[in-house]
């Protein structure tokens, strides 16, 4: 039986359910689905919600941005690096609108660093977010 670290980042959103934000494996790191929302923060960066929480319109760039940011965070609060991710599953909501734009900012922050990489359209996420991201890096 493998045992594994739990990871809390003290800069990443809190989860909204029962998980960490990532674990640690030998030199591999889990993370778990991180999406744009900020730690402390009831706005979601890029999201304008009307009363009932439903979404009115949101920003897939400044979500990406955000999504990223996040990402980091948790990594650098790992011991990791942005560098060291080797694999990312991306989940969009809205594959024919948002995908150029996210493909866009991906190739911006990845042109150093080129994980394997599948994205996936689903129909919704745990919150109202348009994109989210599962990412698997090494520790060195």
């Known amino acids: ?29 889990f993370l778990s689905g991180v999406g744009p929302r900020e730690r402390g923060m009831k706005k979601i960066p890029g999201v304008e919600l009307d009363e009932k ?31 060291n991710i080797v694999d990312v599953t991306v989940y969009l909501t809205n594959m024919k609108d948002d995908f150029p734009k996210y493909n866009k900012l991906w190739a911006e922050y990845f042109k150093d660093n080129l994980p394997c990489r599948t994205t996936l359209e689903i129909n919704k996420l745990p919150t109202p977010i348009a994109i989210e991201l599962k990412v698997i890096a090494t520790v060195d």
């Open 1 to 29: 039986m493998t045992t594994s670290d739990k990871i809390e980042s003290s800069k990443a959103p809190e989860p909204v359910g029962l998980y960490p934000h990532a674990r640690k494996v030998g030199n591999l790191l």
């Open 53 to 83: 929480g439903n979404i009115i319109s949101y920003d897939i760039e400044a979500q990406c941005h955000s999504v990223f940011r996040n990402i980091k965070y948790i990594l650098e609060d790992s011991g990791s690096k942005w560098e």
